[in-house]
């Protein structure tokens, strides 16, 4: 059982990784950041590493990029274009040093000079000269072949078409990153999520014309197959380099030493906001190329080179204004507007300043200079303050204690801390407070909701502010000869927005319950509520109700749901929207699920933590199997299941009611016998 759930873990990791690399090679889009991205590759290679049964054409360790566009011709690469491996710390390089000199078998004195040069954030490109003539260029593809993008590459300044250097090789292949300075793309901000995806899009163009209309930089740093190269250090091939005619990166240095690399590491790190071009790390080559040569290849990568990634993506900026906003449940959200600043590869221009508290804690003021973080999918937020950079005016931000609605805002108690909520927030009046009811309907018509294409969060708040639509059920009786004569609309997208709100008139009774935007109430909470409430209809019976009690029967359901739920019927509004809703949508009812399973009419409930698997996947196996989830020791229940550190009250609780209480390896057997 354990085997399989290891396979399935490693298998959805190799899915992921396929994913994100053919969005980012080919699509130009980074759906994940740099640093998730090599803790997703890290996983993969860790579980390779310690069972080894798992195996993979896809694995890292043996891909590189992603297969080719076939927009352009494939090439192939005389030599491969490899990925490098990654250090996070000192112990990554101390231990990267330490297996170049095992290898190599030399004693622990033995010093290797290194070419330290920073690590641009572009796309890799291979210029390939013949008898001093530029003759090819190639994207790195998935390292074995690339795409043929000569004519693209040609409109690129920085490349020269024709070199007359005695010195310069009979045949090579040149290396480099084809990249935008941050001050040209600027201007292209409007067009590119950020500047790598702008040097990957223009590089892409069909029409080379295109593709000279971008301010394209390139910058060279190694080479493929050559011909007739008479160099023997990385160093001297960059000095060859700018002697060609090429650009090479201005902070490249010569080091030795770990210590040393880290201390040049920490001064770049703090000089990355001043350079004009992005840079994600620095990578570290043996210098000497013959020792490159001895040191070879372990599956895509080189022994002799890795790439120190920057650690947190951070930088500083300063906070031009704070601003209040309300999101759907009335939470009030102070943001800080920023100066743009490029934080992994996205321009940054808002960054989350969590609450009240936070702000009185840090003492984050307006003209702050502040150090901005982002990290994988977490929205930017303000780690600190340089309160040595304020001005001697500055005034403390004072929090609003009023919604823009006009209510009075509110800090709740919480049972379980007791302490008042950090979170200051409109009460819960709904589709009543204009700030929530905007909010409600992005939500409501939202890809995990009704996924209306077309009906995106700008467009919601354009349509609000010109009060086409204030309620969902708004959204179906629009003015559509109003929204044809709006700026940018005409008969087709109209056509097509018609369609779109017209074909998700059927929906899942889940998606429903999760679109009114109930607080508490997440997409797992609305498929639980779905599965035993049925339909639509037994919803709305709870308004009717004053006792919801019942539903802490259900696994999932607790007193912050069930009050979540209570609130939602006391506001006359959502009772209006419930009802309009229900004549317009079509809510399909939960089918009753099958009864012919291996634990059909056993009931189980669980307490402590599983080894080896979640807890959602094992009510997945059990509801799957006909068998049923409770959430209280009671008469109804069959088996109780312990994990590690269960709660002591329920096991009492069984034994005194004689139920049978099993631990994890007993639940497994009991599954096997399923098969």
């Known amino acids: 059982m354990k085997k399989n759930l290891i396979q399935k873990d490693y298998k959805k990791k190799i899915k992921s990784l396929i994913y994100y690399n053919q969005r980012y090679y080919n699509d130009n889009i980074s759906e994940i950041s740099d640093s998730d991205y090599d803790e997703l590759k890290k996983d993969i290679i860790n579980l390779e590493k310690k069972y080894k049964f798992l195996k993979s054409k896809d694995s890292p360790t043996i891909t590189i990029g992603y297969k080719p566009s076939k927009n352009f011709k494939k090439v192939l690469h005389k030599v491969p274009m490899l990925s490098l491996g990654n250090a996070f710390s000192q112990e990554d390089l101390v231990n990267f040093e330490k297996r170049i000199i095992n290898f190599l078998d030399k004693n622990d004195g033995f010093e290797i000079e290194y070419s330290a040069e920073p690590k641009i954030d572009g796309i890799s490109a291979s210029l390939i000269y013949k008898n001093g003539k530029f003759v090819t260029g190639l994207s790195r593809g998935d390292g074995k072949e690339g795409e043929d993008i000569t004519e693209n590459l040609k409109t690129i300044e920085d490349i020269p078409d024709h070199i007359k250097s005695k010195s310069f090789p009979e045949e090579i292949d040149i290396r480099g990153e084809v990249f935008i300075k941050n001050n040209d793309f600027k201007k292209l901000s409007n067009k590119f999520a950020n500047p790598r995806n702008a040097a990957s899009g223009s590089l892409r163009q069909k029409n080379p014309a295109e593709t000279k209309k971008i301010p394209l930089k390139f910058i060279a740093y190694t080479f493929g197959h050559e011909k007739d190269l008479k160099i023997s250090l990385q160093s001297e091939y960059l000095k060859k380099l700018k002697q060609w005619g090429f650009k090479t990166n201005p902070l490249n240095k010569i080091i030795i030493g770990v210590k040393n690399l880290m ?29 490159q040569k001895r040191l070879g290849n372990v599956a895509n990568a080189p022994r002799w080179a890795i790439a120190h990634k920057f650690s947190a993506n951070n930088a500083v900026s300063k906070i031009e204004n704070i601003e209040i906003q309300i999101g759907r449940t009335g939470a009030l959200t102070p943001v800080a507007k920023i100066k743009p600043v490029n934080i992994g590869g996205v321009v940054v221009s808002n960054a989350t300043l969590h609450n009240e508290e936070e702000i009185i804690r840090k003492d984050i003021r307006i003209g702050d200079f502040v150090v901005v973080e982002r990290a994988g999918d977490v929205i930017p937020h303000v780690v600190s303050v340089d309160a ?72 919601v708040e354009n349509f609000w502010h010109l009060n086409l639509i204030r309620l969902p059920q708004d959204i179906f009786k629009i003015d559509y000869n109003k929204v044809e004569n709006l700026e940018g609309w ?73 009050n979540s739920i209570k609130n939602f019927f006391l506001n006359d509004t959502n009772k209006k929207v419930l009802k309009e809703l229900e004549e317009v949508l079509v809510v399909k009812d939960v089918s009753t699920k099958k009864n012919d399973g291996f634990l059909n009419n056993k009931t189980f409930m669980f307490t402590g933590k599983l080894s080896g698997m979640s807890r959602a996947e094992a009510k997945s196996l059990i509801e799957e199997n006909s068998g049923s989830i409770v959430s209280n020791v009671s008469k109804k229940l069959n088996y109780l299941i312990i994990g590690e550190k269960p709660t002591k009250r329920k096991v009492i609780n069984a034994k005194e009611l004689k139920i049978e209480i099993i631990d994890q390896s007993q639940f497994l057997k009991m599954l096997n016998k399923i098969s």
């Open 263 to 291: 201390k040049n590491y920490d001064e770049i790190e703090k000089e990355r906001e001043s350079i004009d071009f992005d840079i994600d790390g620095i990578v570290y080559k043996v210098n000497d190329f013959k020792l």
């Open 388 to 459: 040595k950079k304020r001005k001697s005016d500055s005034k403390k931000f004072i929090f609003p204690k009023k919604c823009p609605c006009g209510f009075d805002t509110i800090k709740e108690f919480n049972k379980v801390t007791k302490k008042l909520d950090a979170v200051r927030r409109c009460p819960d009046r709904g589709f009543d407070c204009d700030k929530m009811a905007k909010e409600r309907l992005k939500h409501f018509v939202s890809k995990e909701a009704l996924n209306i294409e077309g009906l995106g969060k700008k467009i």
């Open 490 to 562: 005409g008969k087709q997208s109209v056509t097509n927005l018609k369609y779109s709100i017209n074909s998700k008139k059927n929906i899942s009774f889940e998606k429903f319950i999760f679109a009114l935007g109930i607080r508490h109430i997440g997409l797992e909470n609305a498929k639980i509520l779905s599965k035993n409430l049925k339909s639509l209809k037994n919803f709305i019976s709870l308004s009717k109700k004053n006792d919801l009690s019942d539903l802490l029967n259900i696994d999932g359901i607790g007193e912050t749901q069930i």
